[in-house]
C-alpha cells in the first residue's frame, strides 16, 4: 500500500539512485555514508567541537532505534499505537541521527490573530520528531511555510510567533533566520552543533518554494545532510521544501507523518465496522471526491452542516436562505444514488435550526426540514436530528468526522456541534476509533475539552481529505520505502506547471495579511490541489 505508484500524468525527472550497490544492508552492517549527488555542491561542512572543519564521511554505525510508545493498557489511542508501520516508508527509526545535519519539514502553518497562535495542534504535533532527532544527536535545520505569502516578505507571515510556541513546547532555544536563504541563514546552519535547532524564515517568503524550483531546493538541500518530512498538512503539495529538496538528499518521513498514515490507512484498509463518516462544513465542493470514495468504504454517512443543505435540495426540499451550492446538486444526487446501491445508509437531517440572519442574537427556531421557510437560513440541526444521529451511532466501531454540523463559531448554533463531540467523546471512551479531521472540527472539540479523547486528531486540512480520496501524496511520495539503502534518493515528481497557472503566474503587489483567520487557513488547506 502507498507505494510510490507513479500516476502517468507525473513525469518521472531524476530517477537518481547514487552511491549505493541497490542492495539492502545486512542486517546489523553500518549503513555507509550518504553520498552526495554530482550536481549538488559539497557546501555542508562538519564543524567539528574544536572549531575545526572536516568533510571526511563518516562511517556510520547502526541506526539507534527510536522505541515505539508503549501501548496505553486501555485507552482510545490504544489503536493507532499498536500497529507496526504502515506507510511502507523509510522513517526515523531507521536514520542514525548522531551527528548528522537534518534538513526537517514541518508544518508550522498555524492559525495566527493579531500575531498570536489561535491553535498550536501543528506545532505540538511536530514535537516527538523534533526531539527525537536532538536526543538522537542530530542538529535540525527546520523549515515550513505560513500562510499564503505568494513568493514575498510579509511581516505578518513570519514564523517567529511558531519558534516562541515551540521553545516553550521543548525547553529548547529555537532561533529564527531572517530568511530561509542568505549569508547569515548558510552561517547560522554551518555553527549548528549536535543537539541543537534553528528555524528557518517561511519558505513561501522565495517563489521558487511553491514552484518546486530546482534552485531553490538544492539550495535548501544543502542545509542538511539527509532529509526528513514531516509535514503531513503539507504532503500533498509538490513543493520545493516537500518534494524538491527529496532529490538532493536520502529522505525520510517522521513520527507525525508515520502516525497520520497509520492511522488514516487503518480507516481506509481495516475499520472495526459499522464504519460511519460523519461530514459536515461549509461547502460540498472540495468534498465531493472523499465522499465518493469514502461511500464505497462504511456504513453509514451522516450529513450536517452547509454540506447536508446541497444533500437536501438534491433530495427534492428547498432550504430557503440557506448555504448550498446548486452546482453541487447533481454530484450530491449522483452520490445518493450511489449510496443506495451500495446499501449504505445516509443520514440526514430531518429538523434544523433556521435564522433570520447568520449572525449573533438573530431570531431563530426549529423547523422540520420538509418546511424549511424561503426566507431563513438553516444554520444547525435540530433536536431530532441530533438524537438520530446518538442512535444510528450506538453500534459503530468506528468514526471519521469532518467539518461541524452548524455555525458553531456562534454558540447558538454550535448545539448538535458540541452534541456530536460529546458522542465521538464517549465512543472513544468506549473504545470505538475515532478520527477527527479539519481545523474547524478540531477547534470545537477543543472547545469543549473533548479533544485529547479521540483516537486521533489529523493536522491535515487538504492533505487529509486527498488521503482518503486515494490520492498519492507527493511530500510521501517522495520517500523511499522502508529498509532501502541509506543512500537511496527518491524518485521525484515534479508538479506540471500549467501556463498561466497559480505557480506561473505573476502576481501584482499583494497587501500584507497581518491576520490569518483560522477559517481562511482552512480554506488554503482544503483547496484543491495545484498539481490536479
Ligand atoms: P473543517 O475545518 O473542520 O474541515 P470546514 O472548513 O469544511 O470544516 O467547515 C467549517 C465551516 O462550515 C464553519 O465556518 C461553519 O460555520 C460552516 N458551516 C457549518 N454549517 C453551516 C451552515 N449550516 N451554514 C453555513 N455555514 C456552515
Ligand atoms: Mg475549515
Known amino acids: 500500500m502507498l507505494a510510490s505508484s507513479r500516476p502517468a500524468n507525473r513525469p518521472q525527472v531524476k530517477p537518481t539512485i547514487t552511491g549505493s550497490n541497490g542492495q539492502p544492508r545486512p542486517t546489523g552492517a553500518p549503513p555507509t555514508a550518504p553520498s552526495r549527488p554530482a550536481n549538488r555542491p559539497n557546501v555542508k561542512a562538519t564543524v567539528k567541537p574544536g572549531g575545526t572543519t572536516s568533510t571526511t564521511p563518516q562511517v556510520r ?37 548522531q551527528g548528522q545535519r537534518v534538513l526537517l519539514r514541518v508544518d508550522f502553518n498555524v492559525p495566527l490573530s493579531d500575531g498570536k497562535i489561535v491553535d498550536d495542534s501543528r506545532i505540538r504535533a511536530a514535537v516527538p520528531t523534533i526531539k527525537a532527532l536532538l536526543d538522537g544527536g542530530a542538529s535540525v535545520v527546520i523549515m515550513s511555510h505560513l500562510g499564503r505569502p505568494d513568493g514575498r516578505v510579509v511581516d505578518g507571515l513570519r514564523l517567529r510567533p511558531a519558534a516562541e510556541r515551540l521553545t516553550q513546547l521543548i525547553r529548547v532555544n529555537v532561533p529564527t533566520t531572517g530568511d530561509a536563504l542568505g549569508v547569515g541563514t548558510d552561517d547560522a546552519v554551518r555553527r549548528l552543533r549536535p543537539g541543537e535547532l ?34 503531513f498538512g503539507a504532503a500533498h503539495r509538490a513543493h520545493a521544501s516537500t518534494v524538491g529538496v527529496a532529490a538532493y538528499l536520502p529522505s525520510y518521513v517522521g513520527l507525525l507523518m508515520e502516525q497520520e498514515v497509520e492511522a488514516l490507512s487503518n480507516l481506509l484498509e481495516k475499520p472495526a465496522r459499522p464504519f460511519a463518516a460523519i461530514v459536515g462544513g461549509g461547502k460540498v465542493s472540495g468534498k465531493v471526491a472523499v465522499l465518493e470514495a469514502l461511500i464505497k468504504k462504511v456504513d453509514l454517512l451522516i450529513l450536517g452542516g452547509g454540506v447536508a443543505n446541497t444533500f437536501l435540495v438534491a433530495s427534492g426540499r428547498s432550504v430557503g436562505k440557506s448555504l448550498y451550492e446548486s452546482k453541487m446538486v447533481d454530484d450530491a444526487r449522483r452520490i445518493l444514488k450511489l449510496a443506495q446501491d451500495r446499501g449504505v445508509r445516509v443520514l440526514l437531517p430531518v429538523d434544523g435550526v433556521v435564522a433570520k440572519e447568520v449572525t449573533r442574537g438573530t431570531e431563530f ?40 454540523l452548524g455555525v458553531f ?124
Not at 202 to 229: C, K, M, T
Open 365 to 404: 427556531k426549529v423547523v422540520s426540514t420538509d418546511k424549511l421557510p424561503a426566507s431563513w437560513h438553516m444554520v444547525d440541526l435540530g433536536p431530532a436530528s441530533i438524537t438520530a444521529i446518538r442512535e444510528a451511532l450506538a453500534p459503530i466501531k468506528t468514526i471519521l468526522w469532518n467539518g461541524p
Open 198 to 231: 534553528l528555524l528557518l524564515e517561511n519558505v513561501r517568503f522565495h517563489a521558487g518554494e511553491e514552484r518546486n524550483d530546482p534552485a531553490f531546493a538544492e539550495r535548501l538541500a544543502s542545509y542538511g545532510d539527509v532529509f526528513v518530512n514531516d509535514a
Open 61 to 97: 554505525p547502526v541506526p539507534r532505534p527510536i522505541p515505539r510508545p508503549a501501548p496505553p493498557q486501555t485507552g482510545p489511542r490504544r489503536m493507532a499505537q499498536e500497529l507496526i508501520s504502515a506507510s511502507g516508508k523509510r522513517t526515523i527509526r531507521e536514520l542514525h541521527m
Open 409 to 532: 463559531e456562534i454558540p447558538s448554533f454550535a448545539v448538535a456541534t458540541r452534541e456530536l463531540a460529546k458522542v465521538a467523546a464517549e465512543k472513544a471512551d468506549a473504545g470505538a476509533t475515532v478520527v477527527v479531521g479539519g481545523g474547524d472540527s478540531i477547534a470545537a472539540l477543543r472547545q469543549l475539552g473533548v479533544a485529547e479523547k479521540m483516537t486521533h486528531l489529523s493536522t491535515g486540512g487538504g492533505a487529509s481529505l486527498e488521503f482518503l480520496e486515494g490520492r498519492d501524496l507527493p511530500g510521501l511520495a517522495v520517500v523511499p520505502t522502508a529498509g532501502s539503502p541509506y543512500e537511496t534518493l527518491p524518485i521525484i515528481y515534479v508538479s506540471p506547471v500549467k501556463p498561466g497557472g497559480k505557480a506561473a503566474a505573476k502576481r501584482a503587489p499583494a497587501k500584507p495579511k497581518p491576520i490569518i483567520k483560522p477559517s481562511a487557513l482552512d480554506d488554503e488547506d482544503d483547496e484543491s490541489d495545484t498539481l490536479a
